[in-house]
């Protein structure tokens, strides 16, 4: 693994998706910071949609970012490896990214997707991104204590926002 | 799974229903029939035009194959403001506020 994959860098990780015309959305922590959450993330989790064109696409731009697994192997992205493991975790060369065909407390991309939206962060890049309802829903699905505070906040972020429409509608 | 030992501050009860229903997989319809609640009621409940009482709340998502472990803890409203300044800003300015962070901690980016 070149020197440079230590560096997290997601616009590389998004633009190479782009490239390749990947279809996806962002969810983890960096769809949580995207949304207005306070906290610390260093890897990019994105929930593709299971089509078989799209894996194709998807493999592509995982070649093309020279993903590995932790044990060092090159991924070979296939509906197989897609429908046996919950979890797809990679290093490439603009840091970690997580593939998750199907997120706790989801039914995938096709669940996703009604309620995501396109965020502009910049440099090019347009992720759909998934809604706080929804982001929320995953963490609670994952029953982790730790998590609570993460819960919190996108719980906090949904009120602050009826707040600001009750306040638009007057 | 563990379990909550605290609940985390609740959003309405909209946003638990759907969450609930959502996470059984169900329609709406199929909880109208699991919960013997009209699905036009939960359907307005989820839109958060019609707000369900706690009873009712509780009942629906223990329909789902839910509980809610519920325990007093205090507010902790810390976080309000920084949460409410990363709302005003656009979305690619948290991107560069994250990217900032982990460029002062050398280790964090790594």
């Known amino acids: 693994m070149p020197e440079r994959a230590r560096t997290f860098d997601p616009y590389g990780l998004l633009q190479t998706l782009d490239r390749h015309r990947v279809t996806y959305i962002v969810i983890g922590g960096f769809a949580r910071v995207i949304q207005g959450t306070e906290e610390i993330t260093r890897g990019l989790d994105i929930v593709p949609s299971t089509r078989a064109e799209n894996l194709r696409r998807l493999d592509a731009a995982l070649r093309d970012l020279g993903a590995r697994r932790p044990d060092g192997r090159e991924p070979t992205l296939d509906e197989n490896t897609i429908s046996t493991e919950r979890v797809l975790e990679l290093q490439t060369e603009y840091g970690e990214l997580k593939i998750v065909p199907e997120p706790a407390g989801t039914r995938g991309y096709d669940d996703l997707r009604r309620a995501a939206s396109r965020e502009p962060l910049g440099r090019g890049v347009r992720p759909s991104v998934a809604s706080i309802g929804d982001l929320a829903r995953m963490v609670s699905a994952l029953g982790d204590e730790e998590r609570i505070p993460q819960l919190m906040q996108l719980r906090r972020l949904v009120e602050l926002e009826r707040v600001r429409e009750r306040v638009i509608q007057r | ?110």
């Open chain 2, 1 to 110: 799974m563990a379990r909550w030992r605290t609940l985390p501050r609740m959003g309405r009860g909209a946003d638990l229903i759907r969450e609930a229903r959502l996470r059984a997989g169900l329609t709406q319809a199929e909880l109208s029939e699991r919960s013997g609640t009209q699905r036009s009621v939960i359907a307005r409940w989820e839109q958060g035009t019609v707000s369900p009482t706690f009873d009712n709340m509780l009942q629906v998502i223990e329909a789902c194959g839910f509980e809610l472990p519920l325990m007093l803890v205090p507010r902790d409203s810390s976080l309000d403001q920084q949460l409410d300044k990363n709302r005003q800003l656009s979305p690619e300015r948290r991107a560069q506020q994250l990217l900032a962070k982990l460029d002062r901690e050398p280790a964090a980016r790594a």
